[in-house]
């Protein structure tokens, strides 16, 4: 066999541990299933919890991998470059424990996404898994190169169907007439879904409420398989202000029957990473969970979401998430109104919504943006971010930001090579202003260092 497969005997051995050697076998005689089967769980209390998509009948684990986030290393040229063994691990363990949702895109990773998500899943049989990806079209939306990474997307992920494909970071009706419509690309995609090579079609959102009541109004048209909103208990009813609060969102899906796929649960890790009394309480409330476990919860309790992603890195993360939704269970009223009341104290720390997906990178001029900015959030919710000198615990909280600063992000990197040039923000799915950001930290930091707050 090939390189990136698996042999025979460490095949069998894997598929039998996911419940799939006959799928295996079929696979290998030639005969395909397009939906993928549901393996046996052996983590949590009992079996993966999986929702059937209304259109296609695909029974989706509510536990989707998202591949934005797989780990690094460094190669001999100091290039950062996706740990594929680990990788590996982490898609292996996932199939065993009932996952079989993956979402990519071209774009993620700095363009390493796909490959090596495809490289791992090509390990396994292809009806034991579903893929999503996306065309990220966003700096040449051209019919030509659009249609060109639709088609590189498949070479990268090693199939010959796409299951979920995406319209790419949608705001509203301009962005998603100049990048698909006037250029005859969705069009194209339309005739391809009728081919089968892909199964179910969608597309992502970020915007405010007018741009999603104009898209919502295109489904008569087009007839969308899903749509991937962003949705977790602070946006839920306290979205940004560029943003529209998941409630509406969901509604407005319910209400036509589309499923969701539900991004950022955690709000980019955020709520894992909440303030300590906010742990404290999240912790009395249930001792056995984890903090992360109770946004997860919050996810997967609405009826209409089909699956939600979580960018897993490590390997304990994955055990967590398997074992909250193994199997879900969805939150009461009671628990519902404990979590507003939470997001509602979340709320008064003043962090940054940077969700670290790295969009905004790699910066011309070498700036860590996310390094930066998420160690500004962390600082806040560690209440290390002083407003005065005459502050309590000003000295304490001036040596903790200025030290773990210099360690989170090398001085070459640092937001004082910032130069306001604004490339990032086109490009940030958050809508941050980054330069102003950017700039508020690097000043706070030299106010911080001349002791002038």
């Not at 005997?9 to 299933?33: D, H």
């Not at 950062?80 to 774009?107: C, K, M």
């Not at 104290?345 to 969700?355: G, Q």
Request: net charge neutral; hydrophobic share 35%; with cysteine.
């Amino acid at each position: 066999m090939k390189q990136n497969k698996i042999d025979r005997r460490e095949f069998l051995r894997t598929s039998a541990r996911a419940g799939l050697v006959m799928g295996g076998l079929g696979i290998l005689a030639g005969c395909r299933n397009k939906t993928a089967q549901a393996p046996v769980s052996s983590a949590g209390k009992g079996e993966m919890t999986y929702r059937t998509s209304p259109g296609s009948g695909d029974k989706v684990s509510i536990l989707g991998y998202g591949c934005m986030r797989w780990p690094m290393i460094k190669n001999d040229d100091g290039q950062d470059v996706v740990d594929q063994e680990t990788t590996n691990r982490l898609v292996d363990y996932a199939i065993e424990h009932g996952v079989n949702y993956f979402d990519t895109a071209p774009v993620y990773l700095q363009g390493q996404s796909e490959t090596a998500t495809g490289t791992a899943l090509k390990r396994h049989p292809r009806n034991s898994y579903f893929i999503a990806t996306k065309l990220s079209n966003f700096s040449n939306h051209s019919r030509e190169n659009s249609i060109a990474m639709y088609r590189k997307s498949f070479e990268n992920l090693q199939t010959d169907y796409i299951d979920y494909y995406l319209l790419h970071n949608i705001s509203g009706m301009a962005a998603f007439k100049r990048r698909f419509v006037d250029n005859g690309v969705l069009d194209f995609l339309l005739e391809e879904r009728k081919a089968g090579r892909i199964r179910n079609l969608g597309f992502s959102f970020h915007g405010n409420a007018e741009g999603w009541d104009e898209l919502m109004q295109t489904h008569d048209l087009y007839h969308w398989d899903f749509v991937q909103i962003q949705l977790n208990y602070v946006d839920w009813k306290h979205a940004s202000a560029r943003a529209t609060n998941a409630e509406y969102l969901q509604q407005e899906l319910d209400k036509r029957g589309i499923p969701s796929i539900i991004m950022e649960p955690l709000l980019g890790g955020r709520l894992a990473k909440v303030p300590q009394h906010i742990s404290d309480r999240l912790k009395e409330r249930n001792p056995q969970g984890s903090v992360a476990s109770w946004a997860f919860r919050f996810a997967g309790t609405p009826k209409g979401v089909l699956c939600v992603l979580s960018g897993m890195t490590y390997m304990e993360h994955l055990q967590d998430n398997v074992g909250t939704y193994s199997p879900l269970v969805p939150l009461n009223e009671d628990e519902l109104a404990f979590l507003e009341e939470t997001a509602e104290l979340i709320r008064k720390y003043p962090t940054i919504p940077c969700n670290d997906c790295k969009y905004c990178m790699p910066c011309p001029y070498g700036i860590d943006i996310p390094a930066i900015l998420l160690h500004y959030n962390k600082c806040v919710n560690a209440g290390e971010v002083a407003a005065k000198t005459t502050d309590e615990g000003y000295r304490k909280a001036r040596r903790a930001y200025l030290v773990s600063y210099d360690r989170a992000v090398p001085k070459l990197r640092q937001a004082d090579r910032c130069i306001s040039c604004g490339i990032c923000t086109g490009h940030c799915p958050q809508n941050i202003d980054i330069p102003k950001e950017i700039r508020k930290i690097d000043m706070y930091i030299e106010n911080l260092r001349k002791e002038t707050l």
